[in-house]
């Protein structure tokens, strides 16, 4: 089986199309094959396994959107696989077909839960499978909007490092490795992390413990530096082209448009899309934006910001990804004499007279003004401060030019 990529076959995307294509069916299947794009780091992770040359804890970094656990799962299943091929698993044996459903009794997961609702994973597995095998791009938000209804942070505790001691000193059950993957383990406090540390010092024969991260710097040092560490790249532009004209349907232009956009992050790929009809709302939010916080209009911006606070948060999440957007594109139209931007034809001509606005005075600090109100929606801030608040820091920085 060949890995997906920009060379995918027809054949392929016909298989991954009607794997995906009903919703809420379980249709996951850890392969390789159906990571979005990363074709060196699969060579990579395949030849590891063949090698024999394990590294006995690795932390897969990169942004959840980047597939960083689907490369995990698949690397697992391949480790497993008792007739793997040159490229993949076979997909069928007993042991992928228990990898598959995550049932595997020598993979085992750890993952952050809400206290209040569950003080280890064991309790939330049959959420975790459910989510994992229906789609494993996800980040720590859309998991906890999942699992708590209140939201509350999620964090792994002590009880959780103490069920994985427990776990991992047991003999594995069917003869080969036992794996323990742990996913966000940036969300480990500090008994979790230093019990986990003792674990990493003394390795266990033919223990795995893969840790998936999206970022180290809230790690111990200690940590990072027992593992070997996998840099998971942003997903590659034609894979992500592919990946959403054949397995979503869209239309090559909207493909082009959205993979050039989201930075190789399949998350805000999938985000982008789910609003895509609304993508005439945004510009005309945006638009509208700029104007009433040009002419300093406080009522108008007061009322644009009441307007915005009405919709939902996932259409406002995905407004200020488009606000950000618009920024760089008008940065790229200034400074480059061919044009780099990727953009609408409409979107273009209102570049055209907006694009001055945007100088190298004022764009990192509305690039942070939309970064951090993306930071704080995902959070559950009170949309109607933020945006309110959002107009008058564009007021100023748009005045800065
Ligand atoms: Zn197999």
Redesign the pocket.
């Given at each position: 089986m060949k890995i997906l990529g920009a060379n995918v076959n027809a054949r392929q995307t016909c298989f991954l199309v009607l794997s995906r294509a009903k919703k809420n069916t379980y249709f996951y299947t850890m392969h390789f094959t159906q990571v979005v794009g990363q074709q060196k780091l699969k060579a990579r992770l395949i030849s590891e396994v063949n090698s024999g040359k394990i590294g006995h804890a690795q932390m897969f970094l990169g942004k959840p959107g980047y597939g960083g656990l689907a490369l995990a799962l698949a690397f697992v299943?391949y480790l497993?696989?008792?007739?793997?091929h040159e490229t993949d698993?076979?997909?069928?044996?007993?042991?992928?077909?228990k990898v598959k459903k995550l049932q595997h009794p020598d993979l085992n997961f750890s993952f952050p839960s809400v206290q209040a609702v569950s003080k280890v994973s064991d309790r939330l597995l049959l959420e975790w499978r459910e989510q994992v095998i229906e789609d494993p791009y996800f980040d720590l938000n859309m998991w906890v909007k999942k699992i708590d209804t209140k939201e509350r942070t999620p964090i792994i505790s002590i009880h959780e490092s103490k069920e994985i001691i427990k776990k991992l000193t047991l003999k594995s059950y069917e003869g080969g490795y036992k794996v323990l993957l742990m996913w966000m383990p940036e969300e480990m406090n500090e008994a979790c992390a230093n019990q986990l540390l003792k674990t990493l010092e003394e390795p266990l024969q033919k223990t795995l413990v893969i840790l998936v991260a999206e970022s180290s710097d809230k790690i111990l040092q200690t940590i990072i530096s027992r593992t070997q560490s996998v840099t998971i790249p942003r997903v590659e532009m034609d894979p992500m082209r592919v990946f959403l004209c054949s397995e979503k349907k869209v239309s090559t232009t909207t493909a082009d448009s959205i993979s050039a956009r989201v930075d190789g992050d399949l998350i805000d790929a999938l985000e982008a899309l789910g609003d895509h009809v609304d993508q005439a709302e945004n510009k005309k939010l945006f638009i509208e934006l700029m104007r009433v916080c040009y002419k300093k209009n406080v009522l108008d911006m007061m009322l644009w910001a009441e307007s915005i606070a009405k919709t939902g948060k996932e259409h406002q999440k995905v407004f200020l990804k488009y606000a950000l957007h618009m920024f760089r594109q008008s940065l790229l139209r200034n400074y480059t004499s061919d044009h780099l931007t990727k953009v609408s034809t409409d979107e273009d001509l209102f570049l055209q007279n907006f694009a001055k606005f945007i100088t190298g005075n004022n764009i990192v600090e509305f690039m942070k003004t939309f970064n951090d109100g993306h930071y704080h929606i995902v959070r559950n801030a009170n949309s109607k401060i933020l945006f309110t608040n959002l107009c008058f820091q564009v007021m100023r920085h748009i005045h800065a030019a």
């Open positions: 299943q497993f696989c008792e007739n793997k698993s076979c997909g069928e044996c007993a042991s992928c077909q």
